[in-house]
């Protein structure tokens, strides 16, 4: 059994900065990518931003430049650093990882439970 847990959204105003923060525990051989989405109110869940366990990164192209995906992989945590934010920016924000387990070693994608973020004045 893996478990995902998000901490650190909120309400935060426009221009201002938050950091989520992504905790996998349970039965863990491995985390390969580990990953943000979102998903506002009558949207689909799209990608934020990636990374996998050598550091690579990819960003969607509305955060570019003001979002920051980094990891522990000593900890299996995943960060993003999220500056100027905008009210665009709001939705439910998810964490996702590729987890190889310590169980039988199959790897399965896992998802957090996912934190809300509110960019408003």
């Known amino acids: 059994q893996v478990q995902l847990v998000e901490f650190g959204g909120g309400l935060v105003q426009p221009g201002g900065s938050l950091r989520l923060s992504c905790a996998a525990s349970?039965?863990?051989?491995?985390?390969?990518?580990m990953g943000w989405y979102r998903q506002a109110p009558g949207n689909q869940r799209d990608l934020v931003a990636r990374?996998?366990?050598?550091?690579?990164?990819n960003y969607a192209d509305s955060v570019k430049g003001r979002f920051t995906i980094s990891r522990d992989n000593a900890k299996n945590t995943v960060y993003l650093q999220m500056n100027s934010l905008k009210p665009e920016d709001t939705a439910v924000y998810y964490c996702?990882?590729?987890?190889?387990?310590?169980?039988?070693?199959?790897?399965?994608?896992?998802w957090g439970q996912g934190t809300q973020v509110t960019v408003s004045s």
């Open positions: 996702r990882g590729l987890v190889q387990t310590r169980t039988g070693g199959s790897t399965y994608w896992y």
């Open positions: 990374i996998t366990s050598g550091g690579s990164t």
């Open positions: 349970g039965s863990i051989f491995s985390i390969d990518v």
